[in-house]
């Protein structure tokens, strides 16, 4: 998990609660997957194909 910046108190709720959510809830092994459709994105630089996108 990155480190989390909050800036007010209604981040400082919010923010983890996502983030749990994500590790929790989102099936990651089928990003690693080649066959499936699934994707995950969360960066400030999203690298792929042209032909992808």
């Given amino acids: 998990m990155p480190a989390l910046v909050c800036e007010c108190f209604a981040q400082w709720l919010v923010q ?3 983030f749990n959510h994500l590790a ?3 099936d990651f092994t089928a ?3 080649p066959t499936t459709d699934s ?4 960066s400030r630089f999203m690298l ?3 032909s992808a996108y």
């Fill in 48 to 50: 792929f194909r042209r």
């Fill in 39 to 42: 994707a995950f994105a969360g």
């Fill in 24 to 26: 929790v809830c989102y």
């Fill in 16 to 18: 983890p609660i996502m």
């Fill in 31 to 33: 990003v690693s997957d």
